[in-house]
């Protein structure tokens, strides 16, 4: 093959995800079909289905962003997922038994498919191009937000703990491919209260991919084989609070970044590390978040110059868009982040 030919298959212009945005817009990326919501099913999971509005109404409440500012994504289609999932898997998600097992929602079992495709995965199909799409805007922006996405539990034949599709998994995938001149070691921080084993699974064996996973060892979902891709492994207990926490990620921070030297950060920042979640079990405040979002995007930005995602990823608890609205807004106040 010519190599000009080979240099536009590989052209980001070919990845139908892949957006221009003005120079007004922030590369904050939402659109109102990530949010999941139909008969009440949602009430039957403590994910909050419809975080992802509120952190953008919180956002504009506050003048940072307006409709026309942020980033609207295209939804994910068969062909791009099936860059990284098997046929096996995704066709199995045309079953409403499959989903609802992966969702951990037992009455999605007995749902039409064409309704839980619909109202459950399409969504998710969008927050999944809006991690994708996210990777392109920040090499060009120094940095984006996907306010969904972060799907750490599902690998490429597997999902499971709510996560139906593996973005972080494309979303690196896509940067080898589209923008491997740039892009050629990355730096996953995965600082979601449970253990990213989906993307785990997917990166055993890949050199070019450093993990960093800091979790509760004692919550799901206990998966041993994929620890032994984690580089630097952080494992807390149940209630942690705020002073080892931030001790521990400004430690091993410096020293995953010092020891890989990246040219890219994928950030999964699960706010279900807040004190109260059901599920997380830890006890840290919400001003430890907003200091942790700050470490890192300090590390990463204006210690390294490195390109950084960010992806909401995991909560479980009603106040969890608030504090995520306000460490978006402390970044901002910061000149951590700007348009």
């Known amino acids: 093959m010519a190599l000009s030919t080979l240099n536009e ?25 990530y949010n999941i919501g139909f008969l009440g099913m949602e009430k039957l999971h403590p994910f909050d289905s419809s975080k992802w509005r509120s952190v953008v109404r919180f956002l504009r409440d506050a003048q940072m962003i307006t409709n026309a500012t942020i980033v609207q994504p295209n939804e994910a289609t068969k062909e791009d997922l099936l860059t990284v999932h098997t046929r096996r898997y995704l066709s199995s998600l045309k079953w409403s038994i499959n989903v609802a097992r992966v969702l951990e929602v037992a009455p999605i079992a007995v749902l039409p498919s064409f309704l839980v495709q619909r109202k459950v ?4 199909r969008y927050q999944t191009g809006g ?19 972060g799907f750490h539990h599902c690998s490429s034949d597997r999902g ?6 593996a973005d972080l998994t494309l979303l690196i995938k896509n940067l ?14 995965d600082l979601d209260a449970h253990q990213g084993n989906g993307y ?9 991919v450093f993990i960093m996973d800091m979790y509760n060892r004692q919550i799901y979902p206990h998966d041993h084989e994929a620890k032994s891709a984690i580089k630097c492994k952080v494992e807390l207990t149940n209630h942690t609070n705020d002073k080892t926490y931030l001790r521990l990620l400004h430690i091993n921070l410096e020293k995953s970044l010092n020891e890989f030297r990246p040219d ?6 699960g706010t279900d590390i ?19 979002d700050e470490i890192v995007f300090s590390k990463c930005i204006r210690d390294k110059q490195l390109p950084i995602v960010m992806c909401t990823s995991g909560r479980y608890q009603r106040t969890n868009a608030r504090v995520i609205a306000d460490s978006i807004l402390n970044l901002s106040t910061k000149n951590l982040i700007s348009c």
């Open 264 to 269: 890219f950060v994928v950030y999964n920042a």
């Open 160 to 165: 499971g703990g709510f996560c139906a599709y």
């Open 200 to 208: 785990e699974h997917d990166f055993l064996n890949d050199d070019r």
């Open 131 to 149: 991690t994708i799409l996210a990777g392109k805007l920040a090499l060009e922006r120094g940095w984006a937000i996907n306010i969904g996405g």
């Open 176 to 189: 080898f491919t589209y923008y491997s001149d740039r892009v050629k070691k990355v730096l996953i921080v």
């Open 9 to 33: 298959l590989n052209s980001p212009s070919k990845n139908h995800l892949y957006k221009d945005i003005g120079l007004d817009q922030w590369p904050i990326i939402y659109c109102a079909n």
């Open 121 to 124: 995965l399409r969504p998710l």
């Open 274 to 292: 807040l004190e109260g979640d059901p599920l997380g079990n830890l006890n840290i405040t919400p001003e430890g978040v907003v200091v942790r």
